[in-house]
């Protein structure tokens, strides 16, 4: 859910910098099996145990919602450590880049489809914060050959407020709890919304950009061949 994929650490025998820059160097030598990588490992693991947890006993046990509640607690908490890892000691895996997004959508999608399966949330709210994160993470793709888009404010807003909302949909509140929910929820959805148009205009501008900087360095190639014809049609006509 971060804006930088989590990836991890160094097998390289070197030791990181803190704070420094990913590079090259960073990605080829990180291990595969380091602190980052096996958080974001375990919240994959946790999908299944949450979808047990939330759907035993029917769906409706309070005491096993907690417990599911309890596991998607945890999802996110690896979310953010595994993120701060990568991002402080420069450590980075291919496995990581692509395992990051994939455990993060996860475990929401998990958790909204089973809420709309027990009828806590309707399905048009699934459908809607879906649709927006499985189409913003392919967008990142289309572009990415130009730049990548950054994480914005608002879309770490709308993050928080999704966790923050989605967990009190899979505890058992009652009373004036069960309502703040259904406006958490509201202001999650508004956010998710907003900041996904906002994406898709980055996206636009950026992919623009990067197309009309790509046809001028063709035609600064295609200018330069040019003219090297010309000055050696020269020098064969003075022979």
């Not at 989590?6 to 595969?32: E, F, I």
């Not at 699934?126 to 050959?145: A, K």
């Not at 990067?210 to 003075?238: F, N, P, Q, Y």
Request: charged fraction near 15%; include cysteine; charge should be positive.
């Amino acid at each position: 859910m971060t804006g930088v994929p989590a990836s991890a650490a160094g097998g390289s025998g070197t030791k990181p910098v803190r704070g420094g820059k990913l590079g090259t160097a960073a990605v080829n030598q990180a291990s595969l099996w380091n602190i980052a990588n096996i958080l974001t490992m375990v919240r994959l693991l946790l999908v299944p145990g949450f979808v047990m947890l939330l759907l035993h006993n029917g769906g409706y046990d309070p005491a096993w919602r907690s417990f599911a509640w309890a596991a998607f607690a945890v999802a996110m908490i690896t979310d953010l450590f595994d993120g701060h890892l990568a991002r402080t000691y420069n450590l980075v895996t291919d496995f990581g880049k692509i395992a990051d997004p994939i455990a993060d959508k996860a475990i929401m999608g998990a958790a909204l489809i089973c809420l709309s399966y027990l009828g806590d949330l309707p399905w048009w709210v699934t459908g809607v914060i879906l649709f927006r994160e499985i189409g913003i993470t392919l967008m990142r793709f289309w572009v990415i050959r130009h730049a990548v888009i950054p994480a914005s404010r608002g879309g770490k807003m709308k993050t928080l407020a999704q966790g923050t909302a989605v967990g009190m949909y899979v505890l058992a509140l009652t009373g004036p709890l069960a309502t703040l929910r259904f406006w958490v929820m509201a202001v999650a959805v508004v956010l998710t919304v907003v900041t996904g148009l906002d994406y898709v205009r980055q996206a636009v501008v950026l992919r623009r950009k990067g197309l009309a900087a790509e046809r001028a360095v063709a035609a600064g190639r295609a200018s330069g061949a040019s003219a090297s014809a010309r000055a050696s049609d020269s020098a064969e006509a003075e022979r």
